[in-house]
């Protein structure tokens, strides 16, 4: 994070420096006006002598004001430019980073977590970073100059007497840093749990509706809001606190300025025209004095931003090359030789001992109940986990030898869970890459069996779904998904349970089309059905993590095990289905 902060000042440190010097002069332009005011009222003592020299600083008085105006537009121009390039800039990284970071890390965080990365932390990061080039060095020009020009006007000690109260002010606020903080982290929480508990009733939405459970969601959702509510208010606390000490301190040293500068302009130490300045300075420096309760506040916030953030971008990354096509193209050949595995977490293992032999050109069903490590298998095989070396070899070669980016463009993996993209059925199936004609994605779809169905459509290929995929129905999500494997020219193809909505016929169809594809590819069929892998060179049953059967559907039927226990109760349930 502190190289992309420093990446980016040294980008614009050209405008920061034009900022800077606009910055000072609007100051400095800030203190003339009243001077010239107090000028001016001196003045109001002989209008008909002064008559001419008093219409010469009024005119002054307004070529000032035009240059003040000037000046604050152009440094807050500039300013909202750097501010906006640091949002931009930070918000790729971060995108960028979560692409490239190790699954295994992404799954241990909420997704209210990740989008808090790019609204809020984002935000509260780029307003101190952006503050502090400008209310730091306002803050300390402010005082500065002001302080000289109250000395220059009155006294030092005047100007002394009204500080004090401001000083303690300040004191007091930087003691009340340490609650702020923790309550700031408390609503930083509350927040988070709110979005994603927010993110997952949109999700479920239906299985809600559906079991009649809207009033303990929405019962849950005010407990949360409610939570964040009353930290929210501990926070507000702290804010008006810090207000009312600082107000407290700038009323006290204006009350101090108009007490003893009334007093000396009745000693004739001062001029109406000094006194009227000097009270002109203190409504100046009000404003700088207003700010710290902001930076203190912020200075917080940005803390745990910075950190949160901080973290994410050290988060390890996998070695892929996210903007090239091009890779070493690997031949199917798949081996895992006697592969244990448990989760980086701990808990138990939850691959046993596997040892698989496919060659280019076969296939390979996978069947076994929820939890018996199917999936777990497939993501090694992608390089999603990390794989312990001399394990799993693709094409003769060990998988951890091979660049991640050529194994999974050498490995066509349709998920079991179907996502859809809120874009065009077109986009869904080359997933936005623009390598492929159209007439081969029309061609995958008739292969997939969804032709006929988005020729229907309004916009046909061009057709725009909604978010997940909500225009579809289950089936017609299934057979888009799989058309990426009939457009994808990958040597190995993995279906990871990818045919559970789709009716009998289809799927026979569906079938034969996918052997045809993958007569010389090699073809991994995962699936609880036994209709979906029977025609498989190879078969195995997988049981808490471990190989129990494997062979070919006539043997294994004959062995009358676990198999046959999948082929019995489906060809059971079949009938039910039928005789009902």
């Known amino acids: 994070m502190k190289k992309l902060l420093t990446k980016l000042l040294k980008k614009h440190v050209f405008l920061i420096l034009i900022e800077l010097i606009l910055i000072t002069v609007n100051i400095y332009l800030l203190t003339v006006p009243s001077k010239i005011l107090g000028q001016i009222i001196d003045l109001l003592y002989n209008v008909d002598a002064n008559k001419n020299t008093i219409m010469q600083t009024i005119l002054y008085l307004l070529l000032m004001c035009i240059l003040l105006l000037i000046s604050r537009v152009s440094w807050k121009m500039i300013d909202a430019k750097i501010s906006r390039n640091m949002v931009k800039m930070i918000r790729d990284t971060i995108y960028e980073k979560m692409l490239k970071t190790d699954v295994a890390k992404l799954d241990t965080m909420k997704n209210g977590d990740i989008m808090s990365y790019f609204v809020k932390d984002i935000n509260e990061v780029r307003k101190f970073v952006s503050n502090v080039i400008t209310l730091m060095v306002r803050f300390i020009l402010n005082f500065a100059i002001v302080a000289i020009a109250m000395t220059k006007s009155t006294n030092g000690k005047l100007t002394l007497i009204t500080l004090f109260p401001i000083a303690i002010s300040i004191i007091l606020i930087f003691m009340m840093i340490k609650k702020i903080e ?270 006929e169905e988005i020729n229907d459509m309004p916009d046909g290929i061009n057709t725009i779904i909604g978010e997940k995929g909500i225009d579809l129905s289950g089936g017609q999500k299934q057979r888009v998904v799989i058309s990426r494997a009939f457009l994808n020219q990958s040597n190995i193809v993995i279906f990871d349970d990818t045919f559970s909505a789709l009716d009998n016929k289809t799927e026979e169809s569906l079938l034969r089309n996918i052997r045809k594809l993958t007569e010389n590819k090699t073809c991994i069929i995962i699936s609880n059905r036994i209709s979906d892998i029977k025609h498989c060179d190879e078969i195995i049953v997988l049981d808490h993590g471990e190989i129990v059967e494997r062979g070919i559907h006539r043997d294994l039927l004959a062995l009358k095990k676990n198999y046959y226990e999948f082929y019995k109760n489906q060809a059971e349930k079949n009938r039910v289905d039928i005789l009902s």
């Open 182 to 451: 923790k309550n700031y982290n408390a609503s930083r929480k509350k927040f988070t749990d709110l979005s994603e508990f927010v993110q997952e009733s949109t999700d479920s939405i239906r299985t809600t509706k559906a079991y009649v459970g809207e009033k303990k969601q929405y019962e849950e959702f005010l407990n949360k809001n409610t939570s964040l509510r009353n930290t929210n208010f501990e926070v507000i606390k702290d804010e008006t606190l810090i207000s009312i000490f600082m107000n407290l301190g700038i009323g006290i040293g204006l009350g101090l300025s108009i007490l003893f500068g009334g007093k000396m302009v009745l000693n004739n130490q001062i001029s109406v025209g000094d006194f009227v300045a000097f009270n002109g300075y203190m409504i100046i420096l009000q404003e700088p004095i207003r700010w710290i309760p902001w930076m203190v506040k912020h200075s917080k916030r940005f803390q745990v931003a910075y950190k949160r953030l901080n973290d994410f971008l050290k988060m390890k990354e996998e070695k892929i090359k996210i903007y090239d096509y091009n890779s070493e193209n690997l031949n199917g050949n798949i081996q895992i030789n006697g592969l244990t595995y448990r989760y980086p977490d701990g808990g138990e293992d939850v691959l046993k001992n596997i040892s698989i032999n496919v060659e280019q050109g076969k296939s390979l069903g996978i069947i076994g109940v929820i939890g018996s490590g199917k999936t777990t298998l497939m993501n090694l095989l992608m390089k999603l986990y990390k794989v312990p070396d001399g394990k799993i070899f693709i094409g003769g070669k060990d998988i951890n030898n091979i660049e991640t980016d050529a194994i999974r463009h050498n490995i066509c993996y349709i998920t079991q869970d179907n996502f859809l993209f809120s874009s065009t059925l077109k986009d869904n199936i080359n997933l936005f890459r623009d390598i492929y004609a159209e007439e081969d994605i029309l061609e995958s779809t008739k292969s997939s069996m969804i032709y």
